[in-house]
């Protein structure tokens, strides 16, 4: 059965919880914008939130993630998908630290 028009417009309907992010956003000009989010890139810089790779000459170069404060809209069922995931490499990596804190001696193999 196809959507009506009236169920499209409902569809599209705003939800309310996004309104005070909207508006936050759009009171603030794009400078403001711009500015914090090159504050937000130094701020994860200086606590060494970056990422080397090798370059085809061998050396290895350091990449700073530009950060951004703008909100990005996601679908809750995506949103629940990066949660659940996330959560699996938080108590994955939980569990390494307390392997590695719980040892008696730690040995490279």
């Known amino acids: 059965m196809p959507i009506t028009y009236s169920q499209a417009k409902k ?17 603030k000009e794009v400078s403001t914008h711009y500015h914090e989010s090159r504050k937000l890139t130094k701020f994860l810089k200086n606590r060494d939130l970056t990422f080397s790779k090798k370059t085809a000459s061998g050396e290895s170069k350091t990449f700073v993630v530009p950060c951004t404060t703008t909100v990005v809209p996601l679908q809750k ?31 490279i193999k």
């Open 11 to 27: 569809l599209r309907k705003a939800y309310q919880h996004a309104k005070p992010v909207a508006d936050r956003i759009l009171k």
């Open 77 to 107: 069922s995506l949103f629940n998908e990066v949660e659940q995931a996330s959560q699996r490499l938080v108590i994955s990596l939980r569990r390494v630290l307390q392997d590695i804190y719980g040892a008696k001696k730690l040995r």
